[in-house]
């Protein structure tokens, strides 16, 4: 890690919440998507630049079934990212390995488990509910083109990498429903919505 690192993601990020970490509190996020991003990291080295309440989740974090405030688990994903020095592509792959990893883990397994790729998308809302509170999923319908879903959400609390991340995400879950070769791309997004274009 180099010790230049910026931070600007993460700064891009906070100035479009009005209370910074703090913001949107009924949002959350499920533990175990920040020892996901926390796995294979070298933590010491990343405490010493994180700003104090990202410094204290990853010092102490999470047991996986808590839940903590979703802005937090973002501005730690984006800190990661700044002070790993990823590229938004490399951000994107690590979204889709890290995904995979924690879906194929024990305590997810039988979860993520499903015969197929459709009857993962029929229940991609309350799959979503497992690991986000505050913000919803919903799926519209399938078409010719493939299967569309609307993510909802606090105004800004998630930016157009978060969005693309979590679309990585998505695809991660497909993988594990035996899709070949899928593909979840963010058609359009806003403050508060994100359309997203599932196909595999």
Known sequence: ????????????????????????????????????????QPVPALLERLPPPLRRLAADPPVGSEWIPEAQFCGLLLAVADLRLMSDEEVLAWSRARNRALFESPAYRILMSVMSP?????????????????????????ADEG?????????????????????????????????AFPRVVVEAEGPESARYLARW
Do not use: C
């Open 147 to 179: 299967v569309r879903a609307t993510l909802r959400f606090p105004a800004g609390l998630f930016d157009g990498l978060l969005l693309r991340a979590f679309g990585e995400a998505f695809s991660a879950a497909l993988e594990m429903a035996n899709a």
């Open 1 to 40: 890690m180099t010790t230049g690192a910026s931070l600007a993601r993460l700064e891009r990020y906070l100035a479009g919440l009005p209370r910074g970490l703090e913001t949107h509190p009924a949002a959350q996020a499920k533990g175990s998507l920040v020892r996901s991003i926390l796995a294979g």
């Open 118 to 142: 459709g009857s993962l998308v029929r229940f991609a809302g309350r799959r979503w509910e497992n690991w986000h509170r505050g913000t919803s999923l919903e799926i519209e319908g399938a």
